[in-house]
C-alpha cells in the first residue's frame, strides 16, 4: 500500500505527529514554568508543530520517491524532429 520510502515517511510523521499532540506527553510540558517570558505549554506546543511542519516540508521537496532527479543537472534532451532542418 505504502510502497514508496517518502508515503512511509508521511505515514511515520502522522503517526509521529498523533502521539505528539496526544494526552500523555501533551501532560509533560504543563508546567508553571517560563521560557523567555512564554509559558511552557504553548512554547512547546509551537515548537512540535513547526517541527512537524519543517519535516512535512522536507519530506514534500525530497518527493515521495525519496531520490531526486537523476538529471538534474542534465541539459533537457530535444523531443523527436526538433534538430535541425534540412
Do not use: C, H
Not at 512564554?38 to 513547526?50: D, K, N, R, S
Amino acid at each position: 500500500m505504502f510502497e514508496s520510502l517518502g508515503a512511509q515517511r508521511l505515514v511515520a510523521l502522522f503517526v509521529a505527529g498523533w502521539l505528539l499532540f496526544n494526552f500523555p506527553l501533551l501532560q509533560l510540558w504543563d508546567r508553571d514554568l517560563t521560557v523567555f517570558g512564554i509559558p511552557l505549554f504553548p512554547a512547546a506546543l509551537f515548537l512540535a508543530w513547526g517541527a512537524v511542519i519543517a519535516a512535512l516540508g522536507w519530506i514534500a521537496e525530497r518527493g515521495l520517491d525519496g531520490e531526486r532527479d537523476a538529471g538534474a543537472g542534465k541539459a533537457p534532451s530535444p523531443a523527436p524532429g526538433d534538430g535541425p532542418q534540412s
